[in-house]
């Protein structure tokens, strides 16, 4: 059974830093794009950010470049989304995903994991 389990998330005033971390487990995503997105209260998901696992090869929305950093730890079988000069805008839910190929497509990815609320305060 594929299950990806995001965690991390929480309350943080504007300026801070969080670390989210997605655990994967049930199969070897060596060979797959690790996906980070976004939802906020009414809008649509979001592209947040991605890595190619083999290689490690990143990926960044525009909103969040030079803020935020992912990361895998391959012993571990878990990827990182650390976030820094956290922002209100930045509040959402936040899921990890899993993809054969690089997109920004939310319909292209294959597993999903639960999501993680993260809320930033003014």
């Known amino acids: 059974q594929v299950q990806l389990v995001e965690s991390g998330g929480g309350l943080m005033q504007a300026g801070g830093s969080l670390r989210l971390s997605c655990a994967v487990s049930?199969?070897?995503?060596?060979?797959?794009?690790m996906g980070w997105f976004r939802q906020a209260p009414g809008k649509e998901r979001e592209f947040v950010g991605a890595?190619?696992?083999?290689?490690?090869?990143?990926w960044y929305a525009d909103s969040v470049k030079g803020r935020f950093t992912i990361s895998r730890d391959n012993p571990k079988n878990t990827v990182y989304l650390q976030m820094n000069n956290l922002k209100p805008e930045d509040t959402a839910v936040y899921y990890c995903?899993?993809?054969?190929?690089?997109?920004?497509?939310?319909?292209?990815?294959?597993?999903w994991g639960q999501g993680t609320q993260v809320t930033v305060s003014s």
């Open positions: 995903a899993a993809a054969l190929v690089f997109t920004m497509r939310v319909d292209r990815y294959n597993y």
């Open positions: 049930g199969r070897t995503f060596s060979s797959y794009v």
């Open positions: 890595i190619r696992w083999s290689l490690g090869t990143t």
